[in-house]
């Protein structure tokens, strides 16, 4: 037996997130509806099994090792703002944005001034760095143009994504 | 929008310690029960349960009572499992499995209630291994965690609409998956 009913009203109405006209709507269509009514009970049983897992324990060691993680980040950063910003920029970061800064002024300096005013050897080492940074570790993405570097000075990037890396600016900047 | 877990929040912000141990106890069990069935890696979703904390903890001077605090929590949570499982990828190229294949529903009621309590786990854990990544944490959210659509919403960055479509799709497919699996 077939119902063309739309089936994800039927999760919506098993998870309460119906409204009350379109629930005592429904509900009115079940008292009549077989189909529909056997949909409803599968719902529910994946639900019973979802009720039925184990939560995961965390190991015993758990909340020791967070905090002696947080009081080594303290410790390497300071107190208050110090503190936070320990957390944001590790060493690898820090090195990473560096690049990305620098690289960032020299591009800046590029398009404002005589094309020569930056040396070309501070561009190549930042560049440099940045590349072999991503290179070393699979966990740096690469910023490919000035809209991903924008999303470096986002104030919660740390708490979104990963910090990136710059890689041939050149290739994407304004020629 | 403010509940309890989000006034601790604003509490541990104004300096009281107690208050995040308060919300590192009540939300680290689900947090690593999500990371866990995201990542399917006990030990690296401690280590991802973790850096969630450390992320709140440090950015708490900058945290803002705009969502229920679960939504804050989950979407880090995610963020956090869907670059572990995108590093996985470029590691190992492991596919997450193609749905296509698994066949349709089986109209069959009650196959369920015939097999025991910790075989269905085992077979639920692994149908759930079979979602597409944001159909597992829409419907891990919703049917483990039990947040409601708009905090899904939240977690996942989309809208209530979206998340409508994936829970059902994942239902489909878990149904689809536990039907074949008993076949």
Same mark, same amino acid.
Request: with cysteine; hydrophobic share 45%.
């Given at each position: 037996?077939?119902?063309?009913?739309?089936?994800?009203?039927?999760?919506?109405?098993?998870?309460?997130?119906?409204?009350?006209?379109?629930?005592?709507?429904?509900?009115?269509?079940?008292?009549?509806?077989?189909?529909?009514?056997?949909?409803?009970?599968?719902?529910?049983?994946?639900?019973?099994?979802?009720?039925?897992?184990?939560?995961?324990?965390?190991?015993?060691?758990?909340?020791?090792?967070?905090?002696?993680?947080?009081?080594?980040?303290?410790?390497?950063?300071?107190?208050?703002? =110090?503190?936070?910003?320990? =957390?944001?920029?590790?060493?690898?970061?820090?090195?990473?944005?560096?690049?990305?800064?620098?690289?960032?002024?020299?591009?800046?300096?590029?398009?404002?001034?005589?094309?020569?005013?930056?040396?070309?050897?501070?561009?190549?080492?930042?560049?440099?760095?940045?590349?072999?940074?991503?290179?070393?570790?699979?966990?740096?993405?690469?910023?490919?143009?000035?809209?991903?570097?924008?999303?470096?000075?986002?104030?919660?990037?740390?708490?979104?994504?990963?910090?990136?890396?710059?890689?041939?600016?050149?290739?994407?900047?304004?020629? | 929008?403010?509940?309890?877990?989000?006034?601790?929040?604003?509490?541990?912000?104004?300096?009281? #310690?107690?208050?995040?141990?308060?919300?590192?106890?009540?939300?680290?069990?689900?947090?690593?029960?999500?990371?866990? #069935?995201?990542?399917?890696? *006990?030990? #690296?979703?401690?280590?991802?349960?973790?850096?969630?904390?450390? #992320?709140?903890?440090?950015?708490?001077?900058?945290?803002?009572?705009?969502?229920?605090?679960?939504?804050?929590?989950?979407?880090?949570? $995610?963020?956090?499992?869907?670059?572990?499982?995108?590093?996985?990828?470029?590691? $190992?190229?492991?596919?997450?499995?193609?749905?296509?294949?698994?066949?349709?529903?089986?109209?069959?009621?009650?196959?369920?209630?015939?097999?025991?309590?910790? *075989?269905? *786990?085992?077979?639920?854990?692994?149908?759930?291994?079979?979602?597409?990544?944001?159909?597992?944490?829409?419907?891990?959210?919703?049917?483990?965690?039990?947040?409601?659509?708009?905090?899904?919403?939240?977690?996942?960055?989309?809208?209530?609409?979206?998340?409508?479509?994936?829970? $059902?799709?994942? *239902?489909?497919?878990?149904?689809?998956?536990?039907?074949?699996?008993?076949?």
């Amino acid at each position: 037996m077939e119902c063309d009913r739309n089936r994800e009203e039927i999760g919506a109405f098993v998870d309460g997130e119906l409204e009350p006209a379109a629930r005592a709507e429904l509900e009115s269509h079940l008292e009549t509806c077989a189909a529909c009514r056997e949909l409803v009970a599968r719902e529910r049983r994946l639900g019973e099994m979802f009720a039925a897992l184990a939560p995961v324990t965390a190991s015993g060691d758990f909340e020791p090792r967070f905090w002696a993680r947080i009081a080594r980040e303290r410790e390497a950063g300071g107190a208050g703002l =110090g503190a936070r910003l320990a =957390g944001l920029f590790t060493l690898r970061r820090a090195l990473v944005l560096g690049a990305v800064t620098a690289v960032a002024l020299a591009l800046a300096l590029d398009l404002t001034r005589a094309p020569s005013a930056v040396p070309p050897a501070a561009t190549a080492t930042g560049t440099q760095t940045a590349t072999a940074t991503a290179k070393a570790d699979p966990d740096v993405r690469i910023v490919k143009n000035a809209k991903d570097f924008e999303l470096l000075q986002d104030p919660d990037m740390d708490a979104i994504t990963e910090v990136d890396v710059l890689e041939d600016w050149d290739d994407a900047s304004p020629s | 929008m403010r509940d309890d877990d989000a006034r601790l929040m604003l509490a541990f912000q104004a300096g009281d #310690r107690r208050a995040f141990e308060t919300l590192f106890a009540r939300y680290t069990p689900r947090v690593l029960t999500f990371l866990t #069935r995201m990542v399917r890696d *006990r030990a #690296r979703a401690e280590e991802l349960t973790q850096d969630v904390f450390v #992320r709140i903890y440090n950015a708490a001077d900058r945290y803002e009572a705009r969502a229920r605090f679960s939504t804050y929590v989950f979407g880090i949570a $995610h963020n956090l499992a869907l670059n572990e499982l995108a590093r996985a990828h470029r590691k $190992h190229e492991q596919s997450q499995g193609d749905l296509a294949d698994l066949g349709a529903i089986d109209p069959a009621p009650g196959v369920e209630e015939q097999l025991d309590a910790s *075989r269905m *786990r085992v077979r639920l854990e692994r149908a759930l291994a079979t979602l597409p990544e944001r159909q597992r944490a829409a419907v891990l959210l919703r049917s483990e965690q039990g947040l409601d659509y708009e905090e899904i919403a939240g977690s996942l960055g989309t809208t209530v609409s979206s998340v409508k479509s994936l829970l $059902h799709r994942a *239902r489909e497919a878990l149904l689809a998956a536990l039907a074949k699996d008993e076949a």
